[in-house]
């Protein structure tokens, strides 16, 4: 794994007890996975009979991370994190996004385990250090599909250049497309539940390796 991350200071004051799981793996990604789809679909039907909108507000993994986001000094409910909105549209009935087979199976990885996941083209990551800090006032940041986000108060990956990802949104400038051949995704494991981390990083490795011809792949904790 040629990327170390580095969590801040001002992160573990907030969570002293984060854990995040950083995946590397070379695949090749495509605009839409039939397999994949079915089985996507089958996880959320099954998903939809065990858990509602109020059911998911215990989960571990959502509460950890709206506490933190209360914390850092951002509305969660207003910055809602990925990992929860994903789950609330498909316990709320509508469609999951259907982007292309990277994004759609690190969203199927979020929901099966309320993380929020940031995937990234790691050759647009600039220089070797990613660290985790808290965004700041004026901070530039272009969230995907959203355009000029403010990210003062959200945990924030930076690499040399700026920000990367937050919870909420990954930045436009390190989003994964179809010439993208490896792939940086972070698991965020604000409730400290190391093994429920590294079962969602692996999992993620197998969805890779299934589904999107996956050659290579690393995992590591932080």
């Not at 050759?123 to 250090?129: A, E, L, M, P, W």
Request: charged residues 25%.
């Amino acid at each position: 794994m040629d990327k170390e991350v580095i969590v801040s200071d001002e992160i573990r004051a907030v969570c002293p007890g984060f854990v995040g799981a950083a995946v590397s793996a070379e695949f090749t990604n495509s605009q839409y996975c039939a397999e994949l789809w079915d089985e996507i679909n089958s996880f959320l039907n099954n998903y939809k009979a065990k858990y509602t909108i109020d059911s998911i507000k215990q989960m571990q993994s959502i509460l950890a991370t709206r506490q933190v986001y209360r914390l850092c000094g951002k509305d969660p409910s207003r910055y809602r994190p990925s990992g929860e909105a994903l789950v609330r549209r498909v316990l709320q009935g509508k469609d999951l996004y259907q982007i292309d087979t990277a994004v759609d199976l690190i969203n199927l990885a979020s929901i099966a385990y309320g993380y929020s996941i940031g995937g990234f083209d790691c050759d647009k990551i600039s220089g070797s250090t990613i660290t985790l800090g808290i965004g700041k006032e004026g901070e530039p940041y272009e969230g995907i599909g959203r355009g000029m986000i403010n990210i003062a108060g959200l945990p924030v990956y930076r690499d040399a250049v700026g920000g990367i990802g937050t919870p909420t949104s990954d930045n436009e400038r390190t989003k994964m497309s179809m010439q993208t051949r490896r792939l940086f995704a972070i698991v965020n494991g604000y409730d400290g539940d190391r093994d429920n981390v590294l079962r969602c990083a692996e999992y993620i490795v197998t969805l890779v390796n299934k589904y999107a011809g996956g050659t290579a792949h690393e995992v590591k904790l932080f």
